[in-house]
């Protein structure tokens, strides 16, 4: 890093207070045009404005690039928010539910998971909720999942439960929490571990708890079309010092230098350069400052995103009510505070017309829609490729999986975005019921 007093810092400390202040007053003036039946309503729209990418400017001026003091402080703030003791920030969403498992199945922890022990898991969540148990030697059982909450049915996880089982992994999908009372309960009674995909509802409680923070590990991403945005980046949170004093040791390289524990480690190896003393069988999943930066920015938005995000649901709720005879509506879990990442529903099988219809009518009026999350897994060709069990034969995931969609939501939808999307949707229903 430079030194902060060299002439050279001096002239990047003007330039920087330059360039921050044409991308203020250039960004600040933005806003979303939207013409009905000409402009896409797009699927994600990232809030990103002047403030992240003047913390970033700030940052890469400094030369301060890869993981440090912003990361740092975005990880204590990002784990105060959720009501965590820790918060280890990664590159990804995907990253940090490797990083779960990988500490979980970790031969330095004590009472580990065993490799090919059992794991249970909704048949609809993202391929890589999934990949890392397989990665990490486990065997996924895929359980079916709720229609209209799309999360795990609870008595079938429970039914799922073998003498193999080790851990329990729900996903909080679109937004919406699991049903959390009943699945520490599973938990508890059966002395699983309990790691919880909340990669799509930061913010989001169960009986005014926030979800990450019931399980053993809570998982978070970053990506951009989530509440909080570092482009691509992601969050492990934890309250158990054990499964955080690991996690920092695998995700960077398996060094200890981000240990609380480093110096005692040292002391036992002292042929070894501290600095270069390879503890664990580490990964790089580090994030930049740059990820670090937007972290903090973002953070300060989330609950008025979030806000809009419910008034955006509720009203099309009210306003497609009237369709339910032939679409499964989204409908928060009872207890739950849900903060709808996206608007899925499920088309009916005895509607007067078939998803395709209506997904194609909405592309044409310039809605974007695009299927439930990763649909149902094991009906993907990498479902072949390792050992898996499904509890039964999954009746609600194949038919979220085929007639199910879903439409952006976003902080930027306009109250006449909203109101368009909802009737597009009620002109196709009554051309396709007056038939
Ligand atoms: C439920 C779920 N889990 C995991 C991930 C992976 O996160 P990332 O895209 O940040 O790797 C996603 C991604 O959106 C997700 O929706």
């Known amino acids: 890093m ?8 001096k002239k990047r400390k003007i330039a920087l207070s330059k360039i921050q202040k044409i991308i203020k007053d250039t960004l600040s003036k933005e806003e979303m045009k939207f013409i009905p039946g000409k402009s896409t309503i797009p699927l994600m729209v990232p809030d990103i404005s002047w403030q992240e990418i003047n913390e970033a400017m700030d940052s890469m001026m400094k030369t301060e690039f890869t993981m440090g003091r912003k990361v740092r402080r ?4 990002y784990a105060k928010f959720i009501g965590t003791n820790d918060g280890i920030m990664v590159n ?3 990253s ?8 979980l199945t970790n031969p330095r922890k004590k009472d580990p998971i065993e490799a090919g022990t059992e794991i249970i898991c909704p048949a609809i969540g993202w391929s890589t909720t999934f990949f890392p148990m397989v990665n990490t030697g486990l065997v996924p059982v895929y359980v079916d999942i709720d229609l209209g909450t799309y999360n795990i049915n609870t008595d079938k996880a429970e039914a799922a439960i073998s003498d193999k089982t080790s851990a329990i992994m729900p996903v909080h999908l679109n937004g919406n929490p699991c049903q959390m009372d009943r699945i520490c309960e599973i938990a508890d009674k059966h002395d699983l571990y309990l790691i919880e995909d909340t990669c799509e509802a930061h913010g989001s409680d169960f009986k005014g708890k926030k979800t990450g923070s019931f399980g053993d590990i809570g998982t978070f991403s970053f990506y951009i079309s ?3 945005t570092t482009i691509e980046g992601g969050m492990f949170v934890t309250s158990n010092d054990e499964i955080a004093e690991i996690a920092k040791n695998l995700r960077a390289f398996g060094w200890i230098r981000d240990m609380k524990s480093k110096k005692e480690i040292a002391n036992q190896y002292q042929e070894l350069d501290e600095r270069f003393l390879f503890y664990n069988l580490g990964f790089n999943l580090r994030p930049t400052e740059i990820a670090g930066s937007f972290g903090l920015q973002q953070l300060k938005k989330i609950n008025a995103n979030i806000k809009t995000r419910r008034a955006n649901a509720k009203y099309w709720l009210s306003r497609l009510k009237q369709f339910e005879d032939f679409l499964i509506l989204p409908e928060a879990t009872k207890g739950a505070n849900h903060v709808w990442q996206v608007f899925p529903m499920t088309v009916k099988p005895d ?3 078939s998803k395709n219809e209506i997904v194609n009518y909405l592309k044409e009026k310039g809605v974007e829609t695009r299927p439930l ?3 149902n897994m094991v009906d993907h060709p ?4 390792y050992k898996h069990r499904t509890h039964d034969n999954l009746p609600n995931a194949r038919l979220a999986s085929k007639n199910g969609f879903f439409f952006g939501n976003f902080p930027q939808m306009t109250k006449e975005m909203r109101q368009y999307i909802a009737e597009t949707i009620s002109e196709f229903i009554s051309l396709k019921s007056k038939r």
């Not at 430079?2 to 810092?9: A, D, G, H, Q």
């Open 92 to 94: 990804s969403g995907s």
């Open 382 to 385: 990498s479902a072949k490729l």
């Open 2 to 9: 430079y030194n902060e007093n060299s002439k050279l810092m």
């Open 226 to 228: 989530h509440h909080l």
């Open 74 to 77: 975005f990880e204590e703030n």
């Open 373 to 375: 999350q990763s649909g």
């Open 351 to 353: 509607a007067p017309f």
């Open 96 to 103: 940090a539910n490797l990083l779960a498992l990988s500490v």
